[in-house]
Every structure is written in structure tokens, then in C-alpha cells.
């Protein structure tokens, strides 16, 4: 069985530019996750969407952060303008509405 | 609000070594906690899960443990290995994150370090 996939794996990018992820699920898996996490802390929700809808997204910056996840299926997380304090790792997960999460290997965002 | 907090924040212990992750968290109206494994460079790993009804779960070498009025949950890894290396982190689920949210309120993690 195919993991969640993630693209890019790294990016470095200007303060104020803009920039956008782009996570693929495990097939079948109804829920899709976005974290962010930066050095030294825990995973921090950031969007839950089951199906093509969004659950919770109490934690996303709605000001410069948008994810649409298309047909229920792929999603992409955009930051725009991004700032120095977006410089983390964002995480995708994918769940098949249980607790238990599948997590890809992430996207390490470097803001200069 | 939630607030999960994990000691030591970093742990060094000798290959054949039993050992003890310990996690608190704040409020006990908590749906599930589970504990992750994250390599470098990679995704977590759900290691186990504890529902709040139970006590304990075990997987291999792995137990975790869960007291939900005292706000505590201990992850015990017996005869450690090389590859056991990592960062462990512990996760609770709140009753009152929302219908149908599966939110979950990180530690900051252990990290594990197993001298061959």
C-alpha cells in the first residue's frame, strides 16, 4: 500500500513570496490532516477536510494560509505572503475516519 | 486549554536498557491519547493508542499506559535497541474538539537515543 506522498521536500523561499504544498493520501483514506511543525515542538493542526469538506480549521491563519482539497482526494496548503515565523514542517496525514493518522514524510519550509 | 507536557526532552540510555517516556496533560476530558515515533526526515509513526476507557496497550517490546484523572501516561520500551533511536511523541484527543474533529494536542517530544 502506497504512503501519503508530499511535494516539494524542502523549499526556501523569501519573506512575502508566496508558496504552495501539495499532499496526496492514502487511497480510500476520507480524512486529510495539516500540520505545521516547527524545530523543537510538537505537530500543531492545521486543517482537518473529510471528504471534500473542512471539520476543524480553528488553527489556520486564514489571513496568509489557504488548502483546498479537490474531488476529496489531493490537497494543496498555500501561504501567501509567507513570513520568517512560517519556517516549519508541514505535515500531511490521512486517516480512513478512525484515530489512527497516516503521516507522509513532510515538507521542511526555510523563509529567509 | 490543553497543554501536553513530555520528560525528559531528551534521553541517552546504554542498547539492553529498559526505559520509561512519561507524558502529563493538562485536562482529562480526553477522547484517546497515543504516542507517535518520528525518525528525521520523516513522518510520524503511530506507535500505540490508548482509548480513555483503558488502562494499558502493548505492541512487541512497547506498553503504554494511561491514568486519565491524574493526567499522566507512561510509554515503557523494554530491552532498547539501536534502532528504537528517535523521537517519541505523546498525543491526546479531547472530547470537546469539535463534531467530528479529530485534533490532536502534541508534547514536545523525547529524544531517544540507544548506545550500541
Known amino acids: 500500500e502506497a504512503g501519503v506522498a508530499q511535494s516539494p521536500r524542502y523549499k526556501i523561499i523569501e519573506k512575502r513570496q508566496s508558496v504552495a504544498f501539495w499532499c496526496n493520501p492514502i487511497s480510500g483514506h476520507a480524512t486529510l490532516y495539516w500540520y505545521q511543525q516547527i524545530l523543537g515542538q510538537g505537530p500543531k493542526l492545521l486543517i482537518q477536510f473529510q471528504n471534500n469538506g473542512v471539520v476543524d480549521d480553528s488553527q489556520l491563519p486564514k489571513d496568509r494560509f489557504s488548502a483546498e482539497r479537490l474531488k476529496g482526494v489531493d490537497s494543496t496548503l498555500k501561504i501567501q505572503p509567507a513570513k520568517l515565523e512560517d519556517s516549519a514542517v508541514y505535515l500531511c496525514?490521512?486517516?480512513?475516519?478512525?484515530?489512527?493518522?497516516?503521516f507522509g514524510p513532510g515538507t521542511r519550509l526555510t523563509v529567509l | 486549554k490543553q497543554e501536553v507536557t513530555q520528560i525528559p526532552a531528551a534521553l541517552s540510555v546504554p542498547e539492553g536498557e529498559n526505559l520509561v517516556l512519561n507524558c502529563s496533560f493538562t485536562d482529562s476530558a480526553i477522547y484517546n491519547l497515543q504516542w507517535f515515533r518520528q525518525d528525521p526526515g520523516k513522518g510520524l509513526t503511530s506507535l500505540l493508542l490508548i482509548q480513555s476507557s483503558q488502562r494499558e496497550q502493548t505492541s512487541g517490546r512497547l506498553n503504554a499506559s494511561l491514568d486519565k484523572s491524574s493526567g499522566r501516561s507512561t510509554l515503557y520500551i523494554a530491552a532498547s535497541q539501536p534502532g528504537d533511536s528517535a523521537t517519541y511523541l505523546c498525543a491526546v484527543r479531547g472530547l470537546y474538539s469539535g463534531a467530528g474533529s479529530y485534533q490532536l494536542t502534541f508534547g514536545k517530544g523525547t529524544k531517544l537515543s540507544v548506545i550500541p
Open positions: 496525514a490521512s486517516s480512513p475516519l478512525t484515530d489512527t493518522q497516516y
